[in-house]
């Protein structure tokens, strides 16, 4: 069975995906639960990538490992560094 996280588990996470950038969640307001996540420079000034994710009250981690995985390879394939993550 595959883990099961919290939304602020989750965005944890995220976060930490993307250092030495910012990542900034949100849900939309229609109530299905879905995450949005842009990562972006230090500086808030440029948008450097997005990502959404269907989910609920609780996602599953290793579905949401492969989502961030797939999105860090996407950023460094353009150039930008990113710290070790796992």
């Known amino acids: 069975m595959n883990a099961m996280l919290r939304m602020n588990e989750a965005l944890l996470i995220a976060d930490r ?9 949100w849900t939309p307001q229609d ?3 879905d995450l949005s996540l842009s990562v972006i420079d230090r500086t808030s000034s440029r ?3 997005r ?3 269907p989910g609920s009250s609780r ?3 290793q579905k949401l ?3 961030l995985q ?4 996407d950023l460094i394939d353009q150039g930008y560094r990113l710290e070790p993550w796992q």
């Open 17 to 25: 995906a993307f250092l030495p950038f910012q990542c900034i969640a």
């Open 31 to 33: 109530g299905s639960g």
């Open 70 to 73: 797939q999105s860090r390879n």
């Open 47 to 49: 948008l450097l990538g």
């Open 59 to 61: 996602l599953d981690a």
């Open 65 to 67: 490992s492969a989502a």
């Open 51 to 53: 990502i959404a994710l």
